[in-house]
């Protein structure tokens, strides 16, 4: 998941270095892991569950990106709403918006 807002991020002309409350300087997804916060409970749930394992987790997460979401009330596979809510925090940062629009999921 990690890696889908990185590339995200990255394809809107913007750097991963750069967080918000994400600053360490040896991390090179600062802002990456500030957009992934509200989306770890849906990872910890995988991981409390016992539904990954040494053998499976790749596929399991990488198959996770195929779970039907809600953004801005339509239903989307993950790895779409990711590339909208990443877009809506860029422009929120871009304009000082202070409205954010949240992937809801369901664990």
Same mark, same amino acid.
């Given at each position: 998941?990690?890696?889908?807002?990185?590339?995200?991020?990255?394809?809107?002309?913007?750097?991963?270095?750069?967080?918000?409350?994400?600053?360490?300087?040896?991390?090179?997804? #600062?802002?990456?892991?500030? =957009? &992934?916060?509200? $989306?770890?409970?849906? %990872?910890? /749930?995988?991981?409390?569950?016992?539904?990954?394992?040494?053998? #499976?987790?790749?596929?399991? =997460? &990488?198959?996770? $990106?195929?779970?039907? %979401?809600? /953004?801005?009330?339509?239903?989307?596979?993950?790895?779409?709403?990711?590339?909208?809510?990443?877009?809506?925090?860029?422009?929120?940062?871009?304009?000082?918006?202070?409205?954010?629009?949240?992937?809801?999921?369901?664990?």
């Amino acid at each position: 998941m990690l890696s889908a807002i990185n590339r995200e991020i990255k394809s809107f002309g913007y750097l991963t270095e750069i967080g918000i409350h994400h600053i360490g300087e040896t991390n090179p997804f #600062n802002l990456s892991c500030d =957009f &992934i916060e509200p $989306l770890r409970p849906l %990872v910890d /749930y995988y991981v409390i569950n016992k539904l990954v394992d040494d053998g #499976n987790f790749k596929n399991v =997460f &990488i198959n996770m $990106l195929n779970l039907k %979401v809600r /953004y801005r009330d339509k239903e989307l596979f993950l790895e779409n709403a990711i590339h909208s809510y990443v877009g809506g925090l860029l422009t929120n940062l871009r304009t000082g918006s202070l409205v954010v629009d949240f992937i809801e999921y369901e664990l």
